[in-house]
């Protein structure tokens, strides 16, 4: 197993930079999120084969939004909960949940209320928080459903906790998330530029998490029976320029840098950047920028201890002796 996140050097995570970077891009990231709702599409495909009826559900890092429709159509007995750390991405996803909420009234008004009620609760439910430290009780939710936002904390070995938390015992986590080659293209177009302008060299992508690691931070955080799985999807692009904005819309680098480039930097090394990535150009024209993306799914385990450090035994495990060889 490669080192956790805390040896290996990876920045701290600094919610009040996320918070700006996302407030900031509010306004475009629809633009680009054509990535994000086919990864949950995806997800929901993986949820045909989990048996699992909440009655509440958490979208950790909702965004705009845009997922929460259809956890509704999946769980329509469920009450479906957003949270988001952008102030700015709520407002969005407010205003939409709102405008559902105001179609969904014209028909329900015509049912029984108890019938109603049957369909779940709707309208605005979203909460601005952090996701690795939420504002919910422990055991709030029988789902926590996370698309593509995990690599935004540079521990996720912290954030598994706080998800285990407030989920029910064999509540189900799934999620999705950014692995090793994600943008590997533009990772090494940054360093031959650096490289050839003698400048030192600094990070421009996210250091992505493992599988493997992650599927072990799961355990280790009190979750039982992880399936993990992944693909490489790829995605083409005219121009350098039209692959550099997408990055930038889509939150670009999170953490703090080292503030050691000269004024006269930045020009050189977009213009470097550019040549770099030129470099690569397929012989259809495109230029490719690859994302590694991870799934994964898990259930809450039921505690082996109580908080008193007393052991707890199961009904269906008393009786049971240890497993023998034959």
């Given at each position: 197993?490669?080192?956790?996140?805390?040896?290996?050097?990876?920045?701290?995570?600094?919610?009040?930079?996320?918070?700006?970077?996302?407030?900031?891009?509010?306004?475009?990231?629809?633009?680009?999120?054509?990535?994000?709702?086919?990864i949950?599409?995806?997800?929901?495909?993986?949820?045909?084969?989990?048996?699992?009826?909440?009655?509440?559900?958490?979208?950790?890092a909702?965004?705009?939004?845009?997922?929460?429709?259809?956890?509704?159509?999946?769980?329509?007995?469920?009450?479906?909960?957003?949270?988001?750390?952008?102030?700015?991405?709520?407002?969005?996803?407010?205003?939409?949940?709102?405008?559902?909420?105001?179609?969904?009234?014209?028909?329900?008004?015509?049912?029984?209320?108890?019938?109603?009620?049957?369909?779940?609760?709707?309208?605005?439910?979203?909460?601005?928080?952090?996701?690795?430290?939420?504002?919910?009780s422990?055991?709030?939710?029988?789902?926590?459903?996370?698309?593509?936002?995990?690599?935004?904390?540079?521990?996720?070995?912290?954030?598994?906790?706080?998800?285990?938390?407030v989920?029910?015992?064999?509540?189900?986590?799934?999620?999705?998330?950014?692995?090793?080659?994600?943008?590997?293209?533009?990772?090494?177009?940054?360093?031959?530029?650096?490289?050839?302008?003698?400048?030192a060299?600094q990070?421009?992508?996210?250091?992505?998490?493992?599988?493997?690691?992650l599927?072990?931070?799961?355990?280790?955080?009190?979750?039982?029976?992880?399936?993990?799985?992944?693909?490489?999807?790829?995605?083409?692009?005219?121009?350098?320029?039209?692959?550099?904005?997408?990055?930038?819309?889509?939150?670009?680098?999170?953490?703090?840098?080292?503030?050691?480039?000269?004024?006269?930097?930045?020009?050189?090394?977009?213009?470097?950047?550019?040549?770099?990535?030129?470099?690569?150009?397929?012989?259809?024209?495109?230029?490719?920028?690859?994302?590694?993306?991870?799934?994964?799914?898990?259930?809450?385990?039921?505690?082996?201890?109580?908080?008193?450090?007393?052991?707890?035994?199961?009904?269906?495990?008393?009786?049971?002796?240890?497993?023998?060889?034959?």
């Open positions: 197993m490669s080192p956790t996140p805390a040896k290996s050097g990876r920045p701290a995570y600094d919610p009040r930079r996320l918070r700006e970077i996302f407030d900031r891009r509010a306004g475009t990231f629809d633009d680009v999120a054509f990535l994000t709702r086919e949950a599409q995806r997800m929901r495909e993986r949820l045909d084969y989990i048996v699992v009826a909440p009655t509440r559900a958490l979208d950790a909702c965004g705009t939004g845009a997922d929460l429709p259809g956890l509704r159509t999946r769980f329509p007995e469920a009450s479906v909960l957003g949270v988001d750390i952008s102030s700015a991405m709520l407002v969005r996803a407010n205003a939409a949940e709102s405008a559902d909420a105001q179609a969904d009234a014209g028909w329900r008004r015509f049912l029984p209320a108890t019938l109603s009620k049957a369909f779940g609760a709707r309208g605005p439910q979203l909460a601005q928080a952090d996701f690795s430290a939420l504002p919910f422990a055991g709030a939710f029988e789902l926590l459903w996370s698309n593509l936002a995990l690599h935004w904390h540079s521990r996720p070995d912290l954030v598994f906790p706080e998800w285990q938390r989920l029910k015992v064999n509540g189900l986590l799934m999620f999705s998330t950014f692995g090793p080659d994600t943008l590997r293209e533009l990772t090494r177009a940054y360093r031959e530029a650096e490289a050839s302008l003698g400048i060299l990070p421009h992508t996210i250091d992505f998490v493992d599988m493997h690691d599927g072990d931070m799961l355990v280790e955080s009190g979750f039982e029976i992880p399936v993990m799985d992944q693909e490489v999807l790829t995605i083409t692009y005219r121009s350098p320029e039209s692959l550099l904005n997408d990055v930038r819309r889509w939150g670009a680098y999170p953490f703090e840098r080292a503030a050691n480039e000269r004024p006269t930097d930045a020009e050189a090394l977009r213009s470097a950047v550019h040549t770099a990535l030129e470099a690569i150009r397929r012989d259809d024209g495109t230029i490719p920028l690859t994302f590694e993306v991870i799934y994964g799914h898990a259930w809450k385990a039921v505690p082996r201890m109580t908080a008193e450090g007393h052991g707890i035994v199961r009904l269906e495990d008393i009786g049971r002796g240890p497993k023998k060889d034959r």
